[in-house]
């Protein structure tokens, strides 16, 4: 039997971006596979990963609760969570959590990057008493032990005879497992209109077009300054999001914060309530998104706010005009909410550009449709 430090040890060997690579890396995604939608792995058993982010729904979460789809319902299907389920889809290009030269925190998993990586944001939910709720890693290498199948690919792919010998070596390597699973072209495959527009393979109709000019313009709007990773626009490969993290004034979610326990006086305070951060300037910031399946993967912002895509963007023009009735959000009829976090809001990013009539919102929101992959955009038709 291998020693805990030697299974560690071998486990950290194995390159997340190698499953494409042929051999024995791609044992690892397929062993992540059946863990993604191992719903054993919950304390009632009624819960998976695949649960909330379900991959037919964009690796978001389609059931409805009590707060409709803002937030998911956990494994007693009685605790409501305070944000909304991300999708998983083009997660692997986030890149570590770190703070860089000039003092921005970027990268990381969830909404304010507790989650250094994919392997460790895997073990998050499966002991979050509101999600999976195990009560221990002992639990974990328990249930895994149970199922024959589970304990065969822990033995064929990470060497681990006996799980239940060191449980934080079995869920080392589970976690491990459920990365590369995110990390394979399931997740991530290119392939939406706006790919193949770059291939060469279609045109985009005029709105889209418009809707790409606007997106990518330095003088219209200043979406990319935000939702765009690569350094010139249009290149291949490009996940719509720099992983920095803004406060861009989202309003509190009444509807949840009425149901999941909260209270009135509590504050999502986004990456200040990463444990590794303390400074208050960071207060309300969370993680820019990527735009990738945009269009089917609402309702949006970190808690899920706003149901439409077009509310979206009529939001962010509230920074960028001072007619009246551009600041009625259209899915209640009121003004939007002021900020949950009324402090360190980015308006260096949201007051750069001129107030955008509706030929170019829905422009905009016709090119955000665009970066719907393949097999989603069925639900474009809906």
């Known amino acids: 039997m291998m020693s805990r430090s030697l299974v560690l040890a071998v486990i950290a060997l194995w390159p997340l971006q190698a499953s494409a690579q042929e051999g024995p890396v791609n044992l690892w995604a397929d062993w992540g596979e059946t863990l993604f939608h191992d719903t054993e792995l919950s304390q009632n058993g009624s819960q998976s990963c695949a649960t909330c982010h379900d991959p037919s729904f964009a690796f978001t979460d389609p059931r409805e609760?009590?707060?409709?789809?803002?937030?998911?319902?956990?494994?007693?299907?009685?605790?409501?969570?305070?944000?909304?389920?991300?999708?998983?889809?083009?997660?692997?290009?986030?890149?570590?959590f770190a703070m860089d030269a000039s003092g921005i925190y970027r990268g990381g998993q969830f909404h304010d990057g507790r989650a250094r990586d994919l392997a460790e944001q895997a073990r998050g939910p499966l002991f979050n008493p509101v999600e999976m709720a195990l009560p221990s890693p002992e639990i974990f290498a328990q249930r895994l032990a149970q199922n024959p199948d589970q304990a065969r690919m822990a033995r064929e792919v990470a060497g681990i005879a006996d799980l239940e010998a060191d449980p934080e070596a079995t869920l080392a390597a589970a976690t491990k497992a459920l990365a590369e699973f995110q990390s394979t072209e399931d997740f991530a495959p290119f392939d939406s209109r706006y790919?193949?527009?770059?291939?060469?393979?279609?045109?985009?109709?005029?709105?889209?077009?418009?809707?790409?000019?606007?997106?990518?313009?330095?003088?219209?709007?200043?979406?990319?300054?935000?939702?765009?990773?690569?350094?010139?626009?249009?290149?291949?490969?490009?996940?719509?999001?720099?992983?920095?993290?803004?406060?861009?004034?989202?309003?509190?979610?009444?509807?949840?914060?009425?149901?999941?326990?909260?209270?009135?006086?509590?504050?999502?305070?986004?990456?200040?309530?990463?444990?590794?951060?303390?400074?208050?300037?960071?207060?309300?910031?969370?993680?820019?998104?990527?735009l990738r399946n945009v269009a089917v993967t609402g309702p949006y912002m970190h808690n899920g706010v706003f149901s439409d895509l077009r509310t979206v963007i009529l939001f962010y023009n509230i920074y960028n005009t001072k007619r009246p009735e551009r600041h009625i959000n259209p899915e209640t009829g009121a003004p939007f909410a002021p900020p949950e976090i009324a402090q360190n809001i980015s308006l260096d990013k949201l007051e750069m550009g001129p107030a955008l009539d509706d030929q170019r919102i829905d422009a905009l929101v016709a090119f955000l449709r665009t970066l719907t992959d393949a097999r989603y955009e069925h639900f474009l038709e809906e």
């Open 65 to 96: 609760s009590e707060a409709g789809k803002a937030v998911s319902l956990g494994d007693d299907f009685e605790s409501l969570g305070d944000r909304n389920a991300p999708t998983l889809g083009y997660t692997s290009f986030s890149p570590d």
């Open 195 to 290: 790919d193949r527009f770059l291939r060469g393979e279609i045109e985009l109709t005029d709105e889209e077009e418009l809707g790409r000019i606007l997106f990518f313009s330095q003088q219209f709007t200043n979406c990319n300054q935000c939702h765009q990773l690569r350094a010139t626009p249009g290149e291949a490969g490009e996940t719509f999001s720099n992983y920095e993290y803004h406060n861009i004034g989202v309003p509190v979610n009444a509807a949840v914060r009425g149901r999941n326990g909260k209270g009135e006086g509590f504050l999502d305070r986004g990456l200040l309530d990463n444990p590794a951060i303390t400074d208050p300037a960071q207060a309300g910031k969370f993680k820019v998104p990527t």
